[in-house]
């Protein structure tokens, strides 16, 4: 089966600046979950959907981060504007249900630099 | 809130030597999974522990649940150069409305030298 899809895989912005990551999850999952990975940290979750609807934002930096998922399918993370602190990946996961019981599948992710 | 502690940070070992990483959580967790992230890559899902003192294997590695459902380890046997990578444990906390969030570990990175 395909797996999670994301892009761009690679994205320079200069702070104060605006940008957008894509993400795709695999047919059939109602969960999608966005996280943030600092280098050397674990992913920390920023939103998760149980179909189109948010279960879960409160990581969110709501300033500045925002996110939908249109027809519960693909799913958009935007940071307007970004810091330098916002430098990571950027991963996207998708799941069956969202119960916490069923394994996470994680995408190639978005390494995000802003200079 | 919830916090997901893992040890030691970082393991260097000989190929075919042993290797140990403990999970330790501030809460009592439903379950706690496992992935392992490559170099460069993303995290895969390796196993999920649900049974308080459940031991699981898989080939050389070795998953254990503690009894409190608040720690566990990952054991394994006789590295190999594939084995390289960070592992993640992770969990979601028991009870409540979580909706199953998962909060990860800090990861343990291992490398292993030929």
């Known amino acids: 089966e395909a797996g999670v899809a994301q892009s761009p895989r690679y994205k320079i912005i200069e702070k104060r600046q605006s940008v957008a990551f894509w993400c795709n999850p695999i047919?059939?999952?109602?969960?999608l979950y966005w996280y943030q990975q600092i280098l050397g940290q674990g992913p920390k979750l920023l939103i998760q959907?149980?179909?189109?609807?948010?279960?879960?934002d409160s990581q969110l930096p709501k300033d500045r981060f925002s996110a939908e998922r249109l027809k519960g399918v693909d799913s958009t993370l935007k940071i307007q504007p970004a810091k330098l602190e916002d430098s990571a990946v950027y991963l996207c996961a998708s799941s069956l249900k969202g119960t916490g019981t069923t394994k996470q599948y994680f995408g190639p992710g978005t390494r995000l630099t802003v200079t | 809130g919830q916090q997901v502690m893992q040890i030691p940070q970082y393991q260097h070992v000989q190929e075919g030597e042993d290797f140990t990483t403990y999970c330790n959580s501030s809460t009592t967790l439903s379950n706690i999974q496992w992935y392992k992230q490559r170099p460069g890559g993303h995290p895969v899902f390796l196993i999920q522990?649900?049974?308080?003192?459940e031991v699981k294997k898989q080939k050389r590695l070795t998953f254990q649940f503690g009894e409190a459902k608040k720690n566990s380890s990952l054991h394994i046997t006789a590295t190999q150069t594939t084995d390289v990578g960070t592992y993640f444990c992770a969990g979601p906390k028991a009870g409540g409305t979580s909706y199953g969030k998962l909060t990860f570990g800090q990861g343990t990175i291992l490398t292993v030298h030929p």
């Open positions: 959907f149980q179909n189109n609807g948010v279960v879960d």
């Open positions: 047919s059939g999952h109602a969960t």
């Open positions: 522990l649900v049974k308080s003192g």
